[in-house]
């Protein structure tokens, strides 16, 4: 007989069209049902709780008094929960980001008993090549999806093996027609046959065992409490068939025993059979890029320099660290950063950001403030700190402030060699700004803030000191206006429409038109762009830019600001009306000594329905693109074969190459490469007529959560035809990204990161609002951590680890051929070993002479604990 596994589950969306405190009052009451059902009927064997341990915060924070009902029932294997904190997104959101999703998913999931060790996303937007070895590296196996795989990923069945670069696998149980297909399963006989038959026939189909899978479930649905006297009805409908309540792991069991399983690669992001939404990366870009860029700074920034910080003997704030992931991770789930939603649950998701880089900022600053504050020197200058937190020596240009009463003053170092630099600006600024303590007491002399630019090597994961001294000589602005740009590297114009051409002196290459915005119409929604028909797109080849060109010893800024006429809504552009604008404001900066250049654009909108892009051409005329995904590079294809039949294959909507990244994308040939490098917008495709020009979305402008019958994707809607007005994006957003062209393009995710690391100063005076008593620490005026000693790998993170007092080192090669990492410590170490993503030692490694070396596979992800 066909073995039916009935699995009650419920999915739970935090936020989406409704908002999270909505949903949670909902969560209250199903919660109760849920337990009372479970402790009252041993029948009732198991539930899940949708895989994610959020749902549980969210429930005890109304019921705390409950805890000890969940913990038991998790004890007997009956309520089934984690391993996520919430359900991830796997396209837009940082590998460290989804490992921090299941290290505190499954840390909560302990306080309560077991976790249930599946990767479960029945819902994400794709799925991410990476993800076995992600599951992995928490001794997970087994993962259960549903969207994004058809019959040329190489199996038209439901259940297989899942490879990556590294050898990581897990085994896969899909959902082909989602995880609602049992929800509200009917009484009458008539409509339950009718439905089940339609759903027996696919999953018949796809399974390779006489066991399939029948998710009792939906979005916010709560417990079937008549599932005994339906499947009664089912008995007797299908009596070849046996239906009984069961688990996920009953399942996977039976299919472990499968020898003959299909194994698959790579990333599933089809649209045949259910909708991927391959343009959702540019929804709310405003969401977005506060995602990006808040990632960045926790990663690269806070979790290394409070490692330095507890190093030399400070406390490691975890508390504080885990609140600021939590906060981001509640965004993480597919239809919050997909931003999918309704606009008051935006409104939400944007606060949570505004919160959590607030408390980045602020956690950052204070570890800064302590190491700095805590020197060991008598010397009563102010003093200016430069940090590096890259694990190599970086010789820098460094921008930053200080603030003085000083009219005049020098850098000098703790040898006493005085440090040269520049000045960029001066302002004055009021001293009750910087404490008010200070005017309290009659003093309103005002203090003089400088922003100045230096250029010194800096120790590797490390820092190094400067004395704020007085000084005698006049300090003016050194920026001289300039025709042109001219660097160790390039050679850059600005042409009338405020496109750059940009000769590079290394490369002897030129390119062109660099930074031309595209403007084309959007009918689409939240979920997907869709252009208008026959469309005639809007260049900003014939506006008239204002340039101003500033240079200086170190390099160079380029200013330029227009205005891209453009139609208001959609019905003016059908009309081809250009009754609207978008106000353009570049800023770009060009170091005198790198092969980079920074773009900072501002773009104030005042039209509906419509998309923007920055085209930057490459001359380099590609089949496929690389770019990273989580802890390594992925090639993807300029033009998706399947293009070509999805009409005729019905495809759920059309296989457009628009893709994410996270930190770059790029083209390359055997003498150059061409790369964006990126703190904002992780949405790109390759076009042009011979596929050399790399096309970034700035935004998108749309006004409905969903729609019915677009143009690349016919049907119903998807979610819901809600307005969001919001979406439109009207008003000011602020992008961040770079260029790179460089002859050795297999390193640009080294430059990706170096790019995502600036160095960070900290400017001490004797005045601070907030006061701090002295520590009895005492630290160094320079300081190095560790170094590698090899350029092989890329850095993805150093933190202490959660629960010993060891720290970890986490790195990853996305390069094409197996590498060495090796790290030397400037500082005695008791031991060191290999550990998994959940932070558990896997064996002892080799210490020589303070150094460790550790081969790393190509797209593999490594942790070390020492």
Known sequence: ????????????????????????????????????????????????????????????????????????????????????????????????????????????????????????????????????????????????????????HGTDKTEFYWKTDDGSKVLVQLFPLGYAIGKYLPEDEEALKKRIDKYFTVLDRGATTENILLPNGHDQMPIQKNIFTVMEKLRKLYPDREFFLSKYENVFAELEKQKDLPTLEGEFLDGKYMRVHRSIYSTRMDIKAANARIENKITNILEPLASLAYSLGFEYHHGLIELIWKEIMKNHAHDSIGCCCSDKVHREIANRFFLAEEKVDQLINFYKRKIVDSMDTAKQEDRLTAFNLLPYERTDIINTSVMTKLKSFKLVDQSGKEQDFEIISSEITDPGLIDRQIVHYGNYDPFIKYTIQLKDTLPAMGYKTYFVEGNDKEMAPSLTIADKVETDFYSITVNRNGTLNIFDKKLNQSFENVLLLENGGDDGDEYDFSPLPNEELIYSNHVDAKTEIRQNTYGATIDIRYKLVVPGDLEQRKAKVLDSSVDVHIVAKVANDKQLIHVELEADNSAKD????????????????????????????????????????????????????????????????????TNSTREYEIIGENYDTIAITLFRSIGFLGKEEMLRRPGRPSGIKLPTPDSQMIGKITLEFAISTSDQPEKVARTAKEYLTPVVTYNKIPHDAMKLNKADVKTPL?????????????????????????????????????????????????????????????????????????????????????
């Open 1 to 152: 007989m066909k073995k039916v596994h009935i699995v009650p589950h419920m999915h739970w969306d935090r936020e989406w069209y409704f908002s999270t405190e909505e949903s949670r009052i909902l969560l209250v009451n199903n919660m109760e049902e849920i337990m009372e059902m479970l402790e009252t009927n041993p029948d009732y064997p198991y539930y899940v709780l949708d895989g994610q341990t959020s749902i549980l915060e969210d429930y005890f924070a109304v019921k705390p008094e409950n805890k000890e009902r969940v913990r038991k029932l998790v004890q007997e294997g009956r309520l089934i929960i984690g391993p996520w904190y919430t359900q991830t997104d796997e396209m837009v959101v940082g590998g460290e980001s989804i490992v921090r999703n299941l290290l505190y998913g499954i840390k909560d999931s302990k306080e309560f008993g077991e976790f249930m060790k599946i990767g479960y996303l029945p819902d994400s937007f794709g799925q991410s090549a990476q993800m076995p070895m992600i599951l992995n590296g928490f001794d997970i196996t087994y993962s259960i999806f549903w969207r994004g795989t058809s019959e040329r």
């Open 782 to 866: 320079e300081f190095s951590f560790l170094k590698e000693v090899e350029p092989n790998v890329v850095l993805s993170t150093l933190k202490k680890a959660e629960k010993d007092e060891q720290f970890v080192l986490r790195f990853y090669n996305p390069t094409e051929t197996e590498a060495t990492a090796a790290f030397e410590f400037n500082r005695e170490i008791e031991h060191v070993s290999a550990a998994n993503l959940n932070e558990k030692s896997i064996g002892k490694l080799e210490l020589a002479n303070s150094q460790v070396q550790v081969k790393v596979k190509t797209n593999q992800v490594q942790s070390i604990l020492f």
């Open 610 to 677: 419509h998309r923007l892009r920055a085209l930057i051409p490459t001359g380099i005329a590609s089949s496929f693109s690389i770019s990273d995904h989580q802890f390594g590079s992925i090639k993807r294809n300029v033009i998706d074969s399947a293009i070509e039949v999805w009409e005729e294959e019905d495809w759920d909507e059309r296989p457009d190459p628009i893709y994410p990244m996270l930190s770059y994308a790029g083209l390359s040939n055997e003498k150059f490469g061409v790369s964006v490098l």
